[in-house]
């Protein structure tokens, strides 16, 4: 649609800067004539001679970022399907399904009157029309998504519940095991509650059941919570999403079912490999105790039961915390290392190096093994996202194309859209696509230098290396850090310094040990490859310990308002997607986040769901003043909630909960820096409230039956932000 630069000036727009090709203009085309003829005459010249500038600017663009649009696809897509999730019930399938069929209406016709007259301008609108169209679509498609998973969801009931079924998983839980059942009959006192697809509850005075057993278990059951507070994680959706269809505890001991064997194919393979999952986890253990072998079981098998919570946090802390998911790293090292081995095995046997392409055929089986390794680690998203990646890329090598490209990242994207579209909105998928997008950004950047010059030495080589590393950990932490500061309400200070040193452990040690460990396995010659990765990853736990010492390791970042997470995903699309100095035009859009995330108001009151927990944080304020706590009778859980939503680390929980006697003290009393106070109180019925008294002000009051509010100081008044009204189909 737009002309393809020919004559002459054709080199100079295709490679040239914006400088030089205002100076090529002034000499060669039009806009020098003019400008020499109406120097110093009429205005309109002036303005036809700076038109023809524009345009031949406009071209120059056009030509440098030529098949770069298509790039915007998945974009457009994925915004359909974020906006429907968090539009909820206020936007139906009819309904989106009517918008796109008009904007492809539309789109046709902007297309049509641009065929008819060449005007560019209806082009450039049909463009648009396709953006419109395709966000239509990802939001259709997301809603038909979200009603075809649908799952029975748990009633509320204080009477226990008879449930059988066949073990799926077992997590670790601040009160021990808690098992992930899928369910084969649910049978509650009422009757009012169909049979979900999974539960998932919490053993008590019991060893964890083998994973694929029968269970029979008497059960109290609650339906999954929403957020706490506002903008808070949201774990009603994530398991409507993962088919979760209530939470509880089991009471007294589960015994073993005689049950019949799982019907579907599904199921059984579901079974099957979270069996394999579990034996593996256990010999691992077996072989090699202590904090590397839970760490090594953690990202062979996803399995993290095993690490100690001290460890987790300090590689929460450091930056390090990427290594225990089974993402884009581990799936990397398995297809790099199965292609490159099998490649130079195949090398070795001559005929057949002869006769057929090993580079296609070690292609071929990495991806192959690669996607066996995603499917027996679990098939979590990061997981799935990753293998899609590397199957494009093993793809591009059995089809000559280049294997890291931006175009194989969009694949990816619509890929992994299409299998869960409501993965958009989740900090995995964000962040994972954040990181990948800036690293193939930086390769394409890194492609285009000037290859001429001398042959490079060994010094060089190694010089390359490590810039090559720093830059990578650069780009991923920068471009994944607005997402963990939002989701997460935490910054890491240190991120690249801890990965930088522990970077040599991971590629040199640990992952040709695990491979070697994988292949020896069958024959029982594991246990030395085992022991080698195991102290790979105690080096790397004794960094990440060691840089959570640091002052300033964490930092805690403020909730903000979302539009700043859009305005900063748009910012780091644009620079990505695009090239020349025009992709940093997304800076401003950076800049306007940062400055959104500085001047928004702070919260300084967390009150949870009931008024069951309520949460003051000061500092939040720029006051001096230290985090207190009250938490009222079985609100425990609630105040862990306002910790996680605040970015408070497990030991700053630990050490704001008051004492047990003191939990139950009514009321509970906290006073305000500004020489008001906060009580939570609670009488007959568990009736509970929250009462709030400032200076030359009426009390507030808070009451039982509202939803968990922040409450944020504004020129010395409160200011309360509620939760919105239900909007998807995961909320009652």
């Not at 064997?261 to 490999?273: N, R």
């Not at 047990?660 to 109180?681: M, N, Q, T």
Request: charged share 15%.
């Amino acid at each position: 649609m737009w002309r393809k630069p020919v004559g002459d000036g054709a080199n100079l727009v295709t490679t040239a800067g914006a400088s030089d090709i205002v100076k090529w203009l002034k000499k060669n085309s039009d806009f020098g004539q003019v400008a020499q003829q109406q120097k110093g005459s009429s205005h309109g010249g002036a303005f036809k001679a700076w038109r023809l500038h524009l345009g031949g600017l406009r071209e120059s663009l056009a030509h440098q970022n030529r098949g770069r649009l298509i790039l915007f696809a998945p974009v457009f897509f994925g915004a359909g399907c974020a906006f429907s999730v968090e539009a909820g019930r206020a936007v139906t399938l009819s309904m989106s399904l009517v918008v796109a069929l008009v904007a492809l209406a539309v789109t046709f016709g902007f297309q049509h009157v641009a065929n008819r007259t060449g005007r560019q301008s209806f082009a450039r609108l049909s463009l648009l029309g396709w953006g419109a169209t395709l966000l239509c679509i990802g939001a259709s498609f997301c809603l038909w998504h979200t009603a075809r998973i649908a799952t029975p969801v748990v009633s509320d009931i204080d009477s226990p519940v008879l449930v059988t079924g066949w073990v799926e998983g077992i997590e670790t839980g601040a009160n021990g095991p808690r098992v992930r059942l899928q369910v084969f009959s649910y049978a509650d006192r009422l009757a009012t509650t169909e049979k979900p697809a999974t539960i998932r509850f919490a053993l008590r005075n019991q060893d964890p059941p083998r994973v694929g057993s029968a269970l029979r278990c008497r059960v109290i059951m609650r339906a999954p919570a929403g957020p706490v507070v506002p903008n808070a994680f949201d774990f009603a959706r994530h398991a409507w999403f993962t088919r979760l269809g209530g939470v509880g505890f089991a009471l007294g001991v589960c015994a073993p079912a005689e049950l019949p064997k799982v019907q579907t194919t599904a199921d059984q393979l579901t079974l099957g490999f979270a069996q394999l999952r579990a034996d593996a986890t256990n010999a691992i253990i077996g072989r090699v105790p202590g904090p590397g072998g839970g760490f090594l079981a953690a990202m062979t098998t996803g399995d993290r039961s095993a690490l100690p919570p001290e460890d987790h946090e300090a590689l929460r802390v450091s930056g390090l915390y990427h290594l225990l998911s089974v993402s884009g790293l581990h799936i990397g090292i398995v297809a790099g290392a199965t292609f490159f081995v099998l490649r130079w095995m195949l090398a070795l046997i001559g005929p057949l190096a002869l006769r057929c392409s090993i580079r296609k055929v070690a292609a071929l089986a990495a991806l192959s093994i690669a996607g066996f390794y995603t499917v027996f680690s679990g098939g979590d998203p990061p997981a799935v996202r990753s293998w899609i990646m590397s199957a494009i890329a093993l793809g591009a090598i059995v089809l000559d194309r280049p294997a890291i490209s931006m175009r194989g990242l969009a694949v990816a994207a619509f890929i992994c859209l299409l299998i869960s579209p409501n993965a958009v909105v989740e900090p995995g998928f964000q962040m994972s696509f954040a990181a990948t997008g800036g690293l193939v950004a930086l390769f394409e950047a890194w492609q285009r230098r000037d290859p001429d010059g001398p042959p490079p030495s060994i010094f060089m080589r190694c010089r390359d290396w490590a810039a090559g590393i720093a830059a990578t950990s650069l780009v991923a932490g920068t471009a994944t850090a607005p997402f963990a500061a939002y989701h997460f309400s935490r910054a890491t200070s240190f991120g690249l310094i801890s990965n930088l040193v522990s970077e040599p452990f991971i590629l040199f040690v640990v992952a040709p040990a695990s491979l070697t460990a994988a292949m020896l396995a069958p024959f029982g010659l594991s246990d030395v490859p085992l022991a080698i990765a195991a102290w790979g990853l105690d080096q790397v736990l004794a960094i990440a310990r060691v840089v959570a010492q640091w002052p300033y390791a964490s930092t805690i970042v403020p909730p903000v308002p979302p539009w700043t997470l859009g305005a900063s995903a748009i910012g780091l699309i644009w620079i990505v997607l695009w090239r020349t100095w025009f992709r940093w035009l997304g800076t401003l859009a950076f800049m306007a986040a940062g400055i959104g995330m500085v001047v928004a108001p702070k919260t300084e009151l967390w009150i949870s769901p009931e008024s069951g927990a309520v949460l003051y944080t000061p500092w939040r304020a720029n006051t001096p003043g230290k985090p207190h706590v009250c938490i009222s009778s079985g609100a425990r859980f609630d105040a862990s909630r306002l910790t996680d939503a605040a970015g408070l680390a497990d030991k700053d929980q630990e050490r704001l909960e008051p004492a047990p006697r003191a939990r139950l003290k009514s009321p509970c009393r906290i006073e305000l820096l500004d020489g008001g106070r906060l009580e939570l109180v609670w009488g007959k019925l568990q009736e509970r409230s929250v009462v709030i008294t400032t200076p030359n002000a009426a009390p507030m009051t808070i009451s039982k039956g509202v939803n968990g509010v922040r409450l944020r100081r504004i020129a010395g008044q409160w200011q309360i932000e509620h939760h919105p009204q239900p909007k998807g189909l995961w909320q009652p």
